[in-house]
C-alpha cells in the first residue's frame, strides 16, 4: 500500500506529532458550492446523486480543488441504511429526508432484518473506492454512518423531529422493542462501515446528531451503548495503521467524559463546549475535532481568523486536535470565507505543535 502523501489527519486523530493542525469541514461537500449545486441538478434528486458513484465521487473531491484540506469524507447520507431495510427514502423538495414506510409498531420492528449490504448499499462501496483511487493517496478518505439512535429516530418519527414524541414514547413504553430496533441497525451498521473500510475508507466517523436528546442514563442504554457495540465490532486494522474512529454526539457536554471511555480515538465537540473544557472532561485520553460555529463563517475574514485563533488557543499545546467546523457548514456560505479558515489554521496551528 502506498503511504499517504500527506497523513496529518491519520497522525492527529491518534494523538501522534504533527507539525501543524490538519483541517477538513463537515458537510465540505454540499450546497454552498456552486459546482455542486450543478452537479447535483444534473443527478435530478439527491439519492440518484447518492447512489450514483461517479457522480458522488466527484461531489466528494470538489472541495479538495478548491481548498487545500488534508482529508475527503465520503458524500453519501446517514439514512441509507434504513432505505436498504426497504423504508423507502425519499426528500421532499426544499425539505428533509421522509420515509414512505416509517417504523410504527412492534410488529414493524419485528419484520425488520439486517439487509445484504453488498446488495442493497453497494453503490456506497463503489463509491467509496472510486474516490479512494482518485485521490491517489494525497489524503486519507473519511467513511461515516449516523449512530443506530439517531438513525432510528428518523424510521420511527418518518421525518425529521425536533421533539421526538413517538420514539421517546417507544423508548419508555417498550424498552426491550427500542433495543430490538437498535439491534438491527447495530448489527448494519458493522457491516456497512467495515465494507467502507474494506473499500478504501481511511478514518471512520459516527454521527450522533439526536442523542443528546436522551437524558444521561437513557443516553447511555439507547445511544451510546449501541455506538460501543460498533467500536468493538469494526476492523480497525488496515493500511499498515489504525483506522482511526470519530465519534459526535452533538451538545454532548458533560457526556464527553462517558464517550471517551469507549476506546473510540477523537471526539467530535460542538461550538457549545470549549474546547480546554473538553480536554479535561476527556482527561486527554483521545483527540478532539472542531469546533469553530458554523455561524462565523457569515463574518468578515478579520473576525473569522480571530474566531480561529480562538479555538486553536483554547485546544492549546499538543497533539491530538483536527480543526474542523463545531457542525456542518451551511448552504448559504461564501466559499472564500471557508478558504480563510484553512488558510488561517495553516498559518496560526504550527506554534502548538
Not at 176 to 182: K, P, Y
Amino acid at each position: 500500500m502506498t503511504p499517504l502523501k500527506n497523513d496529518l489527519l491519520i497522525r492527529a486523530l491518534l494523538r501522534q506529532p504533527v507539525p501543524r493542525t490538519p483541517v477538513w469541514i463537515m458537510r465540505q461537500a454540499g450546497r454552498y458550492l456552486p459546482e455542486y449545486r450543478e452537479i447535483r441538478a444534473k443527478a435530478g434528486d439527491f439519492m440518484s446523486l447518492c447512489s450514483n458513484p461517479e457522480l458522488a465521487c466527484e461531489v466528494s473531491l470538489q472541495p479538495l480543488r478548491r481548498f487545500d484540506l488534508d482529508a475527503a469524507i465520503l458524500f453519501s447520507d446517514i439514512l441509507t441504511i434504513p432505505d436498504a431495510m426497504g423504508l423507502g427514502l425519499y426528500f421532499e423538495t426544499g425539505g428533509g429526508p421522509r420515509f414512505e414506510r416509517p417504523v410504527q409498531t412492534v410488529a414493524d420492528i419485528k419484520k425488520l432484518a439486517v439487509p445484504d449490504v453488498g446488495e442493497k448499499l453497494g453503490y456506497v462501496f463503489d463509491t467509496v473506492a472510486l474516490i479512494h483511487r482518485e485521490l491517489d493517496d494525497k489524503v486519507p478518505l473519511i467513511g461515516f454512518a449516523g449512530s443506530p439512535w439517531t438513525v432510528a429516530t428518523y424510521m420511527v418519527e418518518g421525518r425529521s423531529s425536533r421533539e421526538f414524541e413517538k420514539i421517546k414514547a417507544l423508548a419508555a413504553d417498550e424498552p426491550s422493542m427500542m433495543e430490538t430496533l437498535l439491534n438491527v441497525i447495530t448489527a448494519t451498521t458493522i457491516e456497512y462501515l467495515n465494507a467502507q473500510i474494506e473499500s478504501g475508507a481511511q478514518a471512520v466517523m459516527i454521527f450522533d446528531t439526536w442523542g443528546a436528546t436522551l437524558e444521561g442514563d437513557d443516553y447511555r442504554r439507547f445511544s451510546l451503548s449501541a455506538m460501543q457495540r460498533i467500536l468493538d465490532g469494526l476492523n480497525r486494522q488496515k493500511y499498515g495503521h489504525t483506522i482511526p474512529i470519530i465519534l459526535f454526539t452533538k451538545g454532548a457536554g458533560s457526556l464527553l467524559t462517558d464517550l471517551a471511555d469507549t476506546d473510540c480515538d477523537a471526539l467530535g465537540v460542538d461550538w457549545t463546549t470549549d474546547l480546554g473544557t473538553a480536554r479535561e472532561l476527556t482527561r486527554d485520553k483521545v483527540a478532539l475535532q472542531g469546533n469553530l460555529n458554523p455561524d462565523v463563517l457569515r463574518e468578515s475574514p478579520e473576525v473569522i481568523e480571530e474566531r480561529v485563533a480562538e479555538v486553536l488557543q483554547s485546544y492549546g499545546q499538543g497533539p491530538g486536535h483536527v480543526f474542523n467546523l463545531g457542525h456542518g457548514i451551511t448552504p448559504d456560505i461564501d466559499p472564500d470565507h471557508l478558504g480563510v479558515v484553512i488558510d488561517a489554521v495553516r498559518k496560526l496551528s504550527p506554534q502548538y505543535h
